[in-house]
């Protein structure tokens, strides 16, 4: 299994709390990724980063940011989090070199947050 | 409307039997498609990977099939067992820069009953 972690694996909080989840690897791998994954959607980005405090946007960020200060760590934050935002959060990872590696993503564990 | 559509929702079949899972997708051109499981509570774990110009990969009792002219992909598992219960998510890459940019169905759910 590829090395990675993510933390906390469950959470509940209520509406307007800030919450950060936490995604470490292993593998020293280039690209991380968030996702949240719901019924009748399937996965979703959030957002990924490309290298160190390299960053970007994907289909579903409002609301989200993130951060990646060191290379194996990508943290991503509700500032002020919303009942909407009860999901199962999936972070994964990947070489994506162009030419090279297939774009293998390695997913983690997920988590899962409730906000009441 | 997704980019990469799966059919049947959901399937239930008996253990032993065959089964055929569907993709349809409209990303063009992509680099790779490619057949990830999941199950319950767990991340998605990759099954089998093609390229446009391939038209069929095996992974043991798992094998996918490719048709870029009609952009519709298949996932077809033999004698399924119970571990086969799980959600099978079809994810078509496009190369963007350096990097690969997936785009994921909704998946299908199977479920093996003994």
């Known amino acids: 299994d590829a090395g990675i972690t993510q933390s906390p694996r469950h959470k509940v909080t209520e509406t307007g709390t800030p919450v950060t989840l936490r995604c470490h690897q292993t593998?020293?791998?280039?690209?991380m990724y968030w996702y949240r994954q719901d019924p009748g959607h399937g996965l979703r980005l959030i957002h990924y980063?490309?290298?160190?405090?390299?960053?970007d946007k994907g289909e579903v960020s409002d609301g989200y940011s993130v951060s990646r200060s060191k290379t194996e760590d990508f943290l991503l934050t509700l500032e002020s989090a919303t009942s909407s935002q009860t999901s199962v959060y999936f972070c994964?990872?990947?070489?994506?070199?162009?030419?090279?590696?297939?774009?293998?993503?390695?997913f983690g564990e997920g988590s899962r947050l409730t906000v009441l | 409307k997704n980019q990469v559509e799966q059919s049947p929702q959901s399937l239930i079949i008996l253990e032993g039997k065959n089964c055929t899972l569907q993709?349809?997708?409209?990303?063009?051109?992509?680099?790779?498609l490619r057949w990830y499981k999941q199950d319950t509570g767990r991340g998605p774990v990759s099954l089998t990977i093609?390229?446009?110009?391939?038209n069929t990969k095996s992974n043991g009792r798992y094998t996918a099939t490719l048709d870029a002219d009609t952009k519709q992909s298949s996932l077809h598992i033999t004698a399924s067992q119970l571990s086969d219960s799980a959600s099978y998510i079809c994810?078509?890459?496009?190369?963007?820069?350096?990097?690969?940019?997936?785009?994921f169905g909704r998946g299908t759910s199977l479920i093996v009953h003994p």
């Open positions: 980063s490309y290298g160190v405090k390299d960053t």
């Open positions: 994964a990872i990947s070489e994506s070199k162009a030419g090279g590696n297939t774009g293998e993503l390695f």
């Open positions: 093609m390229t446009f110009s391939e």
């Open positions: 993709c349809n997708y409209t990303v063009s051109p992509f680099s790779n």
């Open positions: 593998e020293n791998h280039r690209y």
């Open positions: 994810v078509v890459s496009l190369p963007l820069g350096g990097s690969y940019i997936p785009t």
